[in-house]
């Protein structure tokens, strides 16, 4: 019979294995994601990085974001984040303006036109968006969205902790 301390290495090593699968499975499903956002706004010229930074400064903040501060918010770097705000801004979706107590900061306000975009997409978004959860039921879903927040509180964690 096998003593506690060979069953719970079995089971750390069991663990390992799934916690690698689940790792490269995610890495996977995020490419996969972005291949299919990317081929549904094709039609609109944005990208999915873009998407997601309008979604981001949309809902992350009450007031204009700096760029630091949305490339802090999406855990990428201030050259990234001016990259596509300057496309965006070429869309008409936000204006890049300079902080009027600090010069240096840039500030990304979101335009009407931009609000207008989305809204005009939501019907056509709320299908995709369905569509990638299919063959999930309502618990498996109340269960996936409790573990990402688990998991996006322990990566912002350890992505700070990265940073220092």
């Known amino acids: 019979m096998k003593d506690s301390n060979e069953i719970k290495e079995e089971y750390r090593s069991e663990r390992l294995e799934m916690e690698k699968y689940i790792l490269i499975v995610l890495f996977l499903i995020q490419q996969r994601w972005g291949y299919i956002i990317n081929k549904d706004l094709a039609n609109d010229q944005i990208t999915t990085k873009q ?17 630091q501060e949305v490339a802090d918010a999406m855990s990428t770097t201030h050259q990234n984040v ?4 300057t496309r965006l801004e070429a869309r008409g979706f936000l204006k890049i303006e300079q902080d009027p107590e600090n010069r240096r900061i840039h500030r990304l306000n979101v335009t009407a036109e931009c609000f207008e975009y989305w809204d005009k997409r939501t019907p056509e978004d709320a299908e995709s968006v369905t569509a990638l959860f299919k063959g999930l039921d309502d618990i498996d879903i109340k269960n996936l969205f409790e573990i990402m927040g688990k998991l996006e509180k322990t990566s912002s964690e350890l992505y700070r902790e990265s940073k220092k």
């Open 51 to 67: 998407w997601l930074m309008m979604i981001v400064m949309a809902n992350a903040f009450q007031n204009p974001p700096s760029m």
């Open 82 to 85: 001016k990259q596509l705000a």
